[in-house]
């Protein structure tokens, strides 16, 4: 036991600091995609613009509405939605093309930007979700 523990030790250590890695360079490829596919109409720093298009930063459809928001990425959105209290109802166009992995770390993105402070997403939550969107069609 002597000499197992401090072994032990290092490879917990090895282990939380791979994940802590693996979450940073998730975080950065969420914040690239984010920039490249979304910033455009929901702005750099996630609030919106006017009555138009809805914030993400402090938004509360992001919690309410957790389950579905991995189908909503590929498909878009369109009609009437509250978000903070405040109705929106223009179009928003979905990727197709999203992955996935893409979706998770663009989720996990927008959840913890900007003082957001909500739940991660699992990539097999995402997956499955991506799934059963598809097959609405
Ligand atoms: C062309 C502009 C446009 C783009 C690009 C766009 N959105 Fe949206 N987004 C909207 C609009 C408009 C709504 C409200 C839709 C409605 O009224 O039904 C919305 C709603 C949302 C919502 C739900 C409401 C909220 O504010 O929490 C989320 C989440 C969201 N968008 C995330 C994204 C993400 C992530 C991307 C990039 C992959 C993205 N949007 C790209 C215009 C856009």
Redesign the pocket.
Known sequence: MRTLLPVLLLSVFCALVAWQCEVQQSFAEGER??KA??A???MDDGV?LGG?????AG?D??TT?RDA?PC??RKG?????V?NGKT??????G?PTLTPIQATN?LNY?NQAWGNQNGLYRLDEVTNAMEKCASFN
């Open positions: 995609l984010y596919n979304c455009n109409c929901h919106g138009l298009i809805p914030p993400l938004s459809y992001l509405h928001l909503m990425l959105l369109e009609g009437p939605i978000v929106y109802n223009e179009k928003m166009p990727i663009l927008l």
